[in-house]
Nanobody, 120 residues
Framework: VQLQASGGGLVQAGGSLKLSCAAS????????MGWYRQAPGKQREWVADIASGGSVNYADSVKGRFTIASDNAKATVYLQMNSLKPEDTAVYYCNARARLIGSGTDNDYWGRGTLVTVSS
């Protein structure tokens, strides 16, 4: 499973960005997708996730500012980020829990990441 993220960039504090991540490959299903981020000098942290049924979860640090959505037909997940803060600066990674065709188990897959920089 390959994950291609896009949409990162430089934005001023208070601004907005929308990230996208499309999954491709020989998978039979995707049970959930999500976003993580890693700021310079820090560990990767979970940001938000969405199950194939539509239930969503957010980290407290982004709740009310970020919105995760998905298009199951396109195997794509989005992250709308509003009211961005300098502390949101990080490389954002897309994650998918997917099952390859012929496999009986789900596995986690990761994209390469897209850089989001929020200037003060």
């Amino acid at each position: 499973v390959q994950l291609q993220a896009s949409g990162g960039g430089l934005v001023q504090a208070g601004g907005s960005l929308k990230l996208s991540c499309a999954a491709s490959g020989r998978f039979s299903r995707i049970s959930g997708m999500g976003w993580y981020r890693q700021a310079p000098g820090k560990q990767r942290e979970w940001v938000a996730d969405i199950a194939s049924g539509g239930s969503v979860n957010y980290a407290d640090s982004v709740k009310g500012r970020f919105t995760i959505a998905s298009d199951n037909a396109k195997a794509t997940v989005y992250l709308q980020m509003n009211s961005l803060k300098p502390e949101d600066t990080a490389v954002y990674y897309c994650n998918a829990r997917a099952r390859l065709i012929g496999s009986g188990t789900d596995n986690d897959y990761w994209g390469r990441g897209t850089l989001v920089t929020v200037s003060s």
